[in-house]
């Protein structure tokens, strides 16, 4: 397929192209062409309506012996799509349009005809006018007397048209210019109170900064000074902050609640406060013990009111080592507590 696509031919070496017989064609020759109907249309023969944009193919050829400008004018040839009757028309590069020649009628062309018959007047007055100067005169003195006329039937329909209407236009010019002076001002405002809005926004967070650094920096400086009035707070912190020490601490809370709720504190006077003594030192303890037979011996050689105390003091004896007893078996279980959470720790 590329072969035949090639763009240069093989001349021979004994080409000579003026050898070549050049063919002579008549002017007025006719070519045909593929074209659409410049304008609508209609047949005479038949009366059939051929619109603008018709496609038809139409035969072609100079008109002889007509120039415009140095253009040359062609003429068409179509056939009606009806009866077959011939329809010409031909190019008018003098209006940039076609021109109707037989065959048919063009439709809506009054607005063209109007035009074409003002110049032909406006041709005719101008002919008129060089060959003679008083018409030129009279023509003017009549076109003054036209505008004259024309400006006085204007001013007539104005007052007329003022009279009914009833409208002070002045008053309408200066409630718009105060209307806009208005809308000018509440656009000022509002972009004042916009202005300051952000201000006052920017004002207030600038603040917040402030506050939220100085209270980050308080609580830094307090930080300090508990690390520095505490330091074996260290130890606790390290102690519980570990993988078992939190849990340790609370079982451990949890254990002197509920021994707290079923005995009681041993350092709160509570109900079991009067059984609990403290364990006196060595010299104490010998004191008492030799001072009992004194005691004895007095109350034997006393009346019978002495006689009738000495009831009460054996009750006491009695119950010294009850409470002591008491307070020998509380510390034991305290102390087991105490080794439990030990272990548990």
Known sequence: ???????????PPDFDPSKIPKL??????????????????????????????????????????????????????????????????KTDPENTDYAMEHGATRNFQAEKLIEEEEKKIQQEREDEELNNPMKVLENRTRDSKLEMEVLENLQELKELNQ??????FEGMLGQYKEMERRLREREQEED????????????VKRLRDSD??????DAKDQ????????????????????????SSVGVKKQKVESWERSVGGLGVKGALGSLVVRKKPADSACKPAAAAPRQAADTQTDHSGAGAAQPES?????????????????????????????NSD
């Open 212 to 217: 939220s650094e100085e209270e980050t920096e």
């Open 163 to 168: 009279r009914q209407a009833q409208v002070d």
């Open 24 to 89: 002579k064609l008549p002017k007025d020759r006719q070519y045909v062409v593929r074209l659409m109907a410049p304008f609508n249309m209609r047949c005479k023969t038949c009366g059939e309506y051929i619109y603008k944009g018709k496609k038809f193919n139409a035969r072609k050829e100079t008109v002889q012996n007509e120039l415009y400008l140095g253009l040359p004018i062609f003429r068409f040839y179509i056939k009606c799509t009806r009866c077959l009757a011939e329809i010409t028309f």
């Open 223 to 246: 930080s300090r000074k508990h690390t520095a009035d505490k330091p074996t707070d260290i130890l606790t912190t390290d102690r519980s902050t570990g993988p078992q020490g939190s």
């Open 192 to 203: 004042e109170r916009e202005t300051k809005e952000m201000l006052e926004r920017a004002l």
């Open 314 to 342: 054996s009750k006491a004896s009695n119950r010294q080592p009850v409470a002591s007893q008491n307070g020998s078996s509380l510390s034991l279980l305290g102390a087991y507590t105490d080794s439990d959470d030990s």
């Open 1 to 11: 397929m590329s072969e035949r696509k090639v763009l240069n031919k093989y001349y």
